[in-house]
């Protein structure tokens, strides 16, 4: 194996594109904050986003197979993990979702749950050696991605346990899903999705019931739709300008640093610069396809296009919450929204793809 | 054999993949994938080009109106003066609080209305009326706060006990006790909906105070001043961040009344208990110097919002306080029509002085028996007695010769039958016959039983007390009269002048003067060293044959008491008419006008009587000071 990599391998491409999303994100998170009491809040994600390049950087250089052979490892670290987070957790706004850390770090555990998942389903995808995956395999597969998903759903995070789906979806439908399975999924969703209402909690089910008509609880939970949507709206085509946001300055935009850093965002820069920006996240994800299609074998693939589903699902809901389009599930936006464990966890999504790119030469 | 198809197909999924571990069986997939990624992104844009770029007013007002609070700066209302500068309607602050039913919480309710001593059904019921109204406006739930419950209020309107509570300072008006004025000066009360959609109303806002009755409605304009407004922007707890526009309040201009209070004050006293109305003008100039109409209502129950028990209270009543009877009712003049009368047959020349008719009690015309209030009769009178003693007989057979239509032309030229042009609201016109009108609105012919009846201010004819005033007030000054007036505007003064012979209004003068001091019907309104003037009328509200046949009258049948009178006889300054209704004798009318004249003369003769005392411009115009 030719494992002498350069700096040079890397793909340049991708890591500028990141590093620009992150520097709107950081400028965003200065205009939004300045004068509050997050207003410490852009260095620290400088610091993070530093922290996150380095461990890109160590991902990366650890060949991927060798991170695939360490899989079932891995996944037990994780459920452990996990059920420790419902356990011992650090209880905040009613959830268990942090595992405080000596010096005060609160490590959100179903964050880095992400990478061993994306890891796990390229493993048993490429192991099934196949070009059409059968129903046991598959039915072995969903509960393998069930189970974190579950413990994650349990603390309760159903916004974050969601975002494990897409990885799976992708997986299987790059797989080979035949069509008569996908009907067959299809009917059962159909037929679950509407029966799963009764299990949802009365916070998730009066969110869904809020994005569905805001106006029901205007001062509640539909108060910061319609002010996200006013704070986009008001900015119009150009924008207000850099602090020039008033439903960000005055504070009618809840979290304008982190949930709802895109609407500040769209408040400050305007329908041209939220163009911009999304033209940005369009050339990374497509850099990152670019990168599964380039890919020396399948389990790169698989990795890298878990990755870029899972980035792509979490720019459909918070974008899509932020513009009213999607219900209120409290994901942040990847590079952008402000805190640590987002920001490590998406680097080191990247390390993969990095990863992965630098072994694109077999030789 | 089995099939060659289900062999190759075998083969394949057994086929181990891994001999071919590369990315192009999943090619399309991929690129199926860059689709989705696409649509994804394009889903995303048009929520986002709906929101900027079609959508961008709707939300940028959506922000404006987020951080921009815009409080009213209220402006006080101009006071009302009388002649001599003395105040008559003022204005008082308090404080109102209004709720906010954007914030509010229903749980909340009992205890605000327990803290602010209100009634919870009727809060309640207020809530339901106001549910078709935005919910951005705020309702003014209880005005005139006291101590205990401003205290309530700004203990409890932080933002997490009662933040749908405020205080706001208001301005009240603050309206004379027991009744004075009520009348003339009317009040004020929030501009409604319905008022808002006719043009008049276009230049107020909802929530503009403007007068709705008397003269805070006649001179709204004057009184009423602008409204200032501070606007500011707040963050979403509701905290000032910047002051960004600050307007003053422009204060209403003030103005004053010719009415002297000291006339007007005798008069409501005299009245008090009663039911009627007093007006008394300056001959010379058609001021306004008292104007009384009773039973009244109190105006200050109508500065605040007025309570829905008081507002039945008042429009329930059967004696109708809130009508003007000054201005408004239209009653028989009864005997004091006679000096009218008694001056166009002069000028018509049908009697002089000498003329006399023999007067029985009763005599016939056109077929039926017409009867004078002296049943034994008057004997033969001539016109000089016949007004002192108000023989029926005398005027019965002076219209019969007279005939309506020429009645007509002097009493519709002495301001009878139509608005005098009073600066007040909703003025009656009472009525002046004639065949014309007959024909024209009740399509029949005039009968000369009709003028016979007109003769003693009976059958069609009606006036107001003011009208009557006026008219008496226009013989007596030799046929000049002014449109009377409240306030003084050189730009509404209109002088009327009816050519007639002196020699005439000085012997229909001499009557009412011989009514007064030489043995007639008024000898009551006699005041010592003033040549007092007047005439009584009792107006029948139904006929002698009615009064004949019920002993138990009821109250409301019984007849309406007038006295007119004015002074002095030569050069005359003032008259005063005075209405009771259902007085039964009119006898008892002429001690107020008395009164009143004597109140007048009194003053002049201290020579505390003076014109309005302070500068006016003309309305319209900016600089209504009050010194």
């Known amino acids: 194996m030719g494992s002498y990599r350069t700096l040079r391998d890397l793909d340049w491409a991708l890591l500028i594109l990141s590093l620009l999303i992150c520097g709107l994100g950081v400028l965003q998170i200065f205009s939004a904050t300045r004068g509050t009491k997050w207003q410490n809040a852009w260095w620290k994600q400088v610091v993070w986003l530093v922290a996150g390049l380095l461990l890109m950087w160590l991902i990366s250089s650890i060949d991927y197979h060798t991170l695939l052979g360490q899989v079932p490892v891995l996944y037990a670290g994780m459920v452990v993990l996990l059920l420790l987070t419902v356990v011992i957790g650090s209880k905040i706004f009613g959830a268990r979702r942090w595992i405080a850390l000596p010096g005060g770090v609160l490590l959100q555990v179903s964050e880095f749950a992400k990478i061993v998942v994306v890891l796990m389903v390229a493993r048993f995808l490429t192991e099934l050696k196949t070009d059409a995956i059968n129903w046991r395999d598959l039915l072995k597969l969903v509960g393998l991605v069930g189970l974190p998903m579950l413990l994650v759903m349990k603390q309760p995070d159903l916004g974050t346990s969601l975002t494990y789906l897409p990885i799976l979806a992708t997986g299987i439908f790059l797989a080979g899903l035949r069509w008569q399975y996908a009907l067959s999924i299809g009917v059962l969703a159909v037929v679950l999705i509407p029966s799963s209402?009764?299990?949802?909690?009365?916070?998730?089910?009066?969110?869904?019931?809020?994005?569905?008509?805001?106006?029901?609880?205007?001062?509640?939970?539909?108060?910061?739709?319609?002010?996200?949507?006013?704070?986009?709206?008001?900015?119009?085509?150009?924008?207000?300008?850099?602090?020039?946001?008033?439903?960000?300055?005055?504070?009618?935009?809840?979290?304008?640093?982190?949930?709802?850093?895109?609407?500040?965002?769209?408040?400050?820069?305007?329908?041209?610069?939220v163009v911009v920006v999304l033209g940005l996240y369009f050339l990374l994800l497509m850099q990152i396809v670019q990168n599964a299609q380039t890919s020396p074998d399948r389990a790169g693939m698989y990795i890298c296009m878990g990755v870029c589903s899972l980035l792509l699902f979490h720019l459909l809901v918070n974008v899509g919450m932020v513009v009213g389009k999607m219900p209120v599930t409290g994901i942040p936006l990847p590079f952008m929204s402000s805190g640590g464990s987002g920001m490590l966890s998406v680097f080191m999504m990247l390390g993969l793809v990095h990863n992965v790119r630098l072994r694109r030469f077999v030789n | 054999m089995p099939p060659l198809s289900h062999d190759a197909s075998q083969h394949e999924t057994l086929d181990p993949a891994v001999l071919r571990d590369d990315v192009i069986f999943a090619a399309w997939r991929i690129a199926f994938f860059q689709y989705t990624v696409v649509g994804v992104f394009l889903f995303i844009l048009s929520g986002f080009w709906t929101l900027q770029v079609q959508d961008n007013l709707i939300y940028s007002e959506a922000a404006a109106r987020n951080r921009i609070k815009s409080t009213p700066m209220l402006a006080a209302r101009g006071k009302i003066l009388d002649r001599e500068g003395r105040v008559i309607v003022d204005n008082h602050f308090s404080f109102s609080v209004i709720l906010s039913r954007e914030n509010l919480k229903d749980e909340h309710l009992p205890t605000i209305t327990e803290g602010l001593n209100?009634?919870?059904?009727?809060?309640?019921?207020?809530?339901?009326?106001?549910?078709?109204?935005?919910?951005?406006?705020?309702?003014?739930?209880?005005?005139?706060?006291?101590?205990?419950?401003?205290?309530?209020?700004?203990?409890?309107?932080?933002?997490d006990t009662f933040p749908e509570l405020e205080l706001v300072h208001v301005q009240h008006r603050l309206y004379p006790k027991d009744n004075l004025m009520a009348h003339v000066i009317g009040y004020v009360g929030e501009v409604t909906e319905a008022e808002l959609d006719l043009p008049d109303f276009a230049k107020y806002n909802q929530g503009d105070v403007i007068g709705k009755a008397g003269i805070e409605r006649q001179y709204n304009e004057i009184l009423m001043g602008t409204d200032g407004e501070r606007q500011v922007v707040v963050d979403s707890k509701g905290n000032e961040r910047e002051v960004i526009g600050y307007k003053d309040a422009i204060p209403g201009r003030s103005l004053q009344l010719?009415?002297?209070?000291?006339?007007?004050?005798?008069?409501?006293?005299?009245?008090?208990?009663?039911?009627?109305?007093?007006?008394?003008?300056?001959?010379?100039?058609?001021?306004?110097?008292?104007?009384?109409?009773?039973?009244?209502f109190d105006p200050n129950k109508f500065a605040g919002r007025i309570r829905r028990k008081d507002w039945d209270e008042i429009i329930l009543n059967p004696d109708k306080p809130m009508f003007n009877r000054a201005i408004q009712s239209n009653f028989a003049p009864g005997s004091t029509f006679k000096p009218l009368v008694a001056l166009a047959a002069l000028e018509a020349g049908v009697i002089d002085d000498n003329t006399t008719f023999n007067c029985t009690g009763s005599m016939s015309f056109y077929g039926r028996p017409w009867g004078c209030h002296l049943r034994k009769g008057h004997g033969r009178v001539n016109l000089q007695r016949a007004l002192e003693q108000s023989c029926d007989i005398f005027f019965y057979n002076t219209a019969n010769l007279l005939g309506i239509d020429k009645l007509f032309e002097y009493g519709d030229q002495l301001g009878l039958g139509k608005e005098t042009g009073i600066d007040l609201p909703f003025e009656g016109k009472g009525l002046m016959p004639s065949s014309k009108w007959k024909a024209r609105t009740l399509r029949q012919k005039w009968m000369g039983g009709d003028t016979v009846n007109v003769g003693i201010g009976q059958g069609y004819v009606n006036v107001t007390p003011?009208?009557?005033?006026?008219?008496?007030?226009?013989?007596?000054?030799?046929?000049?009269?002014?449109?009377?007036?409240?306030?003084?505007?050189?730009?509404?003064?209109?002088?009327?002048?009816?050519?007639?012979?002196?020699?005439?209004?000085?012997?229909?003068?001499?009557?009412?003067?011989?009514?007064?001091?030489?043995?007639?019907?008024?000898?009551?309104?006699?005041?010592?060293?003033?040549?007092?003037?007047g005439k009584t009328g009792t107006a029948q509200l139904y006929g002698y044959d009615t009064k004949a046949r019920g002993s138990a009258i009821a109250k409301?049948?019984?007849?309406?008491?007038?006295?007119?009178?004015?002074?002095?006889r030569t050069n005359p300054e003032i008259v005063v008419a005075a209405l009771f209704e259902n007085g039964e004798h009119g006898p008892l009318a002429a001690p107020i006008v008395r009164d009143v004249l004597k109140v007048y003369f009194d003053k002049k003769s201290r020579n505390v009587m003076r014109a309005p005392t302070l500068a006016m411009a003309p309305l319209g115009q900016k600089g209504f000071a009050v010194n």
């Open chain 2, 118 to 159: 209100l009634d919870h059904e009727d809060l309640l019921a207020r809530l339901r009326r106001w549910k078709s109204v935005p919910k951005y406006r705020a309702i003014v739930i209880k005005e005139e706060l006291t101590a205990a419950e401003i205290a309530f209020v700004e203990s409890h309107n932080d933002p």
């Open chain 1, 197 to 273: 209402w009764f299990l949802l909690k009365d916070y998730q089910k009066s969110r869904i019931e809020t994005f569905l008509d805001p106006s029901r609880d205007p001062k509640g939970e539909g108060y910061q739709i319609i002010q996200s949507k006013i704070a986009i709206g008001n900015g119009g085509m150009w924008g207000r300008g850099v602090t020039k946001g008033t439903q960000t300055k005055l504070q009618f935009l809840p979290v304008p640093h982190t949930d709802f850093i895109f609407s500040a965002f769209a408040e400050e820069h305007g329908f041209v610069g």
């Open chain 2, 466 to 533: 003011l009208q009557l005033a006026l008219m008496i007030g226009g013989i007596a000054n030799g046929g000049i009269w002014n449109r009377p007036h409240l306030v003084n505007d050189p730009n509404r003064r209109e002088t009327h002048t009816l050519a007639i012979n002196p020699l005439s209004t000085s012997s229909v003068i001499y009557g009412m003067y011989g009514v007064v001091n030489l043995g007639g019907t008024g000898g009551s309104a006699r005041l010592p060293g003033v040549e007092v003037c």
């Open chain 2, 556 to 568: 409301d049948l019984r007849d309406n008491a007038w006295f007119v009178g004015f002074a002095p």
């Open chain 2, 258 to 296: 010719t009415v002297d209070l000291d006339l007007q004050i005798v008069a409501e006293l005299a009245l008090e208990g009663r039911r009627g109305a007093v007006v008394a003008l300056d001959v010379r100039s058609g001021e306004v110097l008292a104007m009384v109409s009773r039973p009244a």
